[in-house]
């Protein structure tokens, strides 16, 4: 409710007219899935019942098509449609023997399907089967769900939209619901749609953009009538804290979601994500944030998303004390899980799946603004969209009327819903870097791009760090369309700066909430005789493949030790580490550095589960920036070769007579940063096609 500005109408007639009926239906969908004051995330349902050819008998039959179990509205395809017949579907009233028999009834949609069509139903799939118009939309607009969430929705409802807009009381989603609509329906022919009371709207049209604008029309009259009733109100009884300074509201995330994410992510890791909008920054920092905090969200896939209530940490905005907020970090979590286990056992059923997690998923702290935690980066994000969702119900209700969530038992019903359960069961099995966050320094470059790619195709967040600002831009972007802008950070480093190296490592705690695997692969090379090594270039070695590997690893200890979760550390060093090599005098020396920090780490780490592992590789020219300039120069003349005969060169120098590629080595720092190298520590893999000089014993 904090936004007022109207919902704008995006359909394109000259668009539209090219499509088909479910074509109308799928580019309807995505427009009101555009717009989070529309519905949230996976949040509501389209349908369309349109006329199709039979594959049986060739004769036309009514079919509806409703959007999939589990989809969202926003981004779905037509695949994501489940597609029915609606005798079928009609037929299953006949055999429908009331509330208790609601789960029953969601086994037999499945035999109303049409085409052989996979996309499994919704629970929601009866009201809008039942509900005898064309086109229907069921959507969760905070302006509206303000309304539902009132004590007293019903006269509302009849304030704002007089007989335009009817009212059903609160039922859970299924079978019975899509009669009571139906019956509303038939008693009241001319409204236009539903409000139902603590969950959303349903509108019904014969026309497809009809049904669109009428839908975006009863929202926009919501918002202007809510924007009218709150003018000049105090919200949320007025605030009771300042907000802290951007800069240390960034800096007390950094300090707090690593040590939350530590005490929530021992049985299942999980990734943060960090929302201080204005609308978060007016409820935290409110007279009302407790009470209105312990009463829980109200529409179901609001608490579905975050949790019933949220964990509220207390900050005194007036002089913020960090520490003592860490402090009591330990109580405030043991009482938030004593109370989950509460809810969960007075409101449990004979039949109820086991209790879940009873961690917080969202976490609210004054001055500072909303935490969110969950198995995945995305789903973090999404439960704090939810949440704000929640904020501006509360803050529509709360303005105009008494706000009310669900009480506990509705709640947990569907919770632990039998049918809710089933649905997390089927979920994929999490790949094996899932809930793990890598940085990678040098991480636009050849090792480090493909390292990235390799850990995030095993479900990892990637932190990429690097100096080259433009390659970080480019990287990310290719990132961002293979692995979705949830699974990548990029942050410009130079690994010899200390205070930037602090900066980057605070900047991957706010984006996920902390790192898991550090693999420190910044580089550099240069090749000269010792006497004319310049003291310049000694130094510029030294710097960056020492110094900077001993910085970020010193960082990342510090990092692992709050969280307490283990850690992994994957030096990439050289072959030159273990051999040396005319000429280069330098580098050799600080990749040997490289190598005995590594020894030194895994010694310091082990106590804490953290294990420090060093790849070496040997001539990876393809993707180097190392080998792009004075380098590759100077190794051939080294060599007495051509430039371009290096890399040829290189494959025969090797015992197996093969080239070694940046995936290659992204494939050793994979298996050391994964659980398969569990029992691993201080070792040295070389990657190197054999040379003889650089056998580690």
């Not at 961002?480 to 605070?506: G, I, M, P």
Request: charge should be negative.
């Amino acid at each position: 409710m904090g936004q007022s500005r109207l919902l704008e109408n995006r359909w394109d007639d000259a668009y539209a007219a090219t499509l088909d009926e479910p074509g109308k239906l799928l580019y309807r969908s995505n427009l009101l899935g555009a717009d989070k004051r529309i519905t949230n995330y996976g949040g509501g349902n389209t349908s369309a019942k349109v006329w199709e050819t039979d594959p049986l008998t060739g004769n036309k039959v009514r079919v509806m098509w409703v959007k999939g179990s589990g989809g969202d509205v926003g981004t779905i395809k037509l695949d994501g449609f489940a597609t029915l017949y609606m005798e079928k579907l009609g037929a299953l009233k006949g055999i429908y023997r009331g509330v208790e028999d609601e789960d029953r009834m969601v086994g037999f949609l499945p035999h109303c399907t049409f085409n052989l069509n996979p996309r499994a139903a919704s629970i929601d799939t009866p009201l809008h089967g039942f509900v005898p118009f064309d086109h229907v939309d069921h959507m969760h607009p905070d302006a509206i769900i303000a309304i539902a969430a009132s004590k007293n929705s019903r006269e509302l409802t009849k304030e704002v939209f007089g007989s335009e807009i009817g009212w059903l009381p609160w039922r859970r989603p299924g079978f019975q619901l899509g009669l009571d609509l139906e019956a509303f329906v038939k008693a009241n022919p001319d409204a236009k749609g539903v409000v139902l009371e603590s969950h959303g709207l349903f509108t019904w049209d014969n026309d497809a953009k009809a049904c669109y604008e009428l839908t975006l029309a009863i929202i926009n009259k919501a918002i202007e009538w809510f924007a009218a009733k709150t003018e000049g109100k105090t919200i949320f009884g007025g605030a009771v804290a300042n907000t802290l300074p951007r800069e240390d509201r960034r800096a007390i995330a950094a300090r707090l979601m690593p040590e939350i994410r530590g005490r929530i992510g021992k049985d299942e890791r999980k990734l943060g994500h960090f929302d201080d909008q204005d609308a978060v920054l007016e409820f935290v920092n409110s007279k009302e944030l407790k009470p209105l905090g312990a009463l829980g969200t109200s529409c179901p896939d609001h608490f579905l998303r975050t949790k019933i209530r949220p964990l509220i940490l207390n900050l005194d905005t007036s002089k913020p004390d960090v520490d003592a907020l860490l402090a009591g970090l330990d109580q405030a979590l043991e009482d938030y899980r004593a109370d989950y286990t509460r809810y969960y056992e007075s409101c449990k059923h004979a039949n109820s799946p086991k209790m879940r997690d009873p961690n917080p998923v969202i976490f609210l702290i004054p001055g500072v603004g909303m935490f969110s935690f969950a198995k995945d980066k995305a789903t973090a994000r999404i439960a704090g969209e939810f949440y704000v969702n929640a904020i501006n119900v509360m803050r529509g209700a709360s303005a105009v009327s008494e706000y009310q969530g669900l009480p506990e038992q509705e709640a947990f019903d569907i919770e632990y819903w039998l049918l809710e359960e089933a649905k997390l069961q089927r979920m994929p099995k999490p790949k094996s870097l899932a809930g793990r966050v890598a940085f990678i320094t040098g991480g636009a470059g050849g090792i480090g791009r493909s390292t990235a790619e390799r850990l995030a195709s095993e479900g990892a967040c990637v932190v990429l760090a690097d100096i080259d600002e433009a390659a970080l831009e480019n990287t990310k972007g290719d990132f961002e369309k293979r692995f979705s802008a949830d699974a990548v950070c990029t942050v410009k480093l130079d690994v010899t700066q200390e205070d930037a190296v602090l900066a980057a490592f605070a900047e991957a705690s706010v984006a996920f909430g902390g790192i898991d695997i550090l693999v420190s692969n910044a580089g550099i090379a240069s090749s000269a005789p010792v006497e004319d090594t310049t003291l310049a270039m000694w130094n510029k070695n030294i710097d960056i493949l020492a110094t900077g590997y001993f910085l970020v690893s010193r960082e990342a200890f510090r990092l692992f030790r709050r969280q307490k979760l283990g850690g992994n550390v994957v030096f990439v060093a050289s072959k030159n580490g273990l051999a040396s090599s005319p000429n280069a005098s330098a580098y050799c020396t600080a990749k040997a550095a490289e190598i005995h920090l590594a020894r030194c780490l895994a010694l310091e780490g082990a106590d804490a589960g953290i294990r420090v592992n060093t790849v070496n590789p040997d001539a990876v020219l393809r993707g180097s920036k190392i080998w792009n300039g004075e380098w590759r120069e100077q190794r051939a003349a080294s060599s007495k070769i051509e430039v371009d005969d290096l890399e040829e060169h290189y494959r025969k120098r090797s015992m197996l007579k093969l080239n070694v590629f940046p995936e290659d080595i992204a494939e050793a720092i994979f298996f050391l940063a994964s659980d398969a190298s569990a029992k691993s520590t201080g070792n040295i893999i070389n990657v190197d096609a054999g040379n003889a000089q650089s056998f580690t014993r």
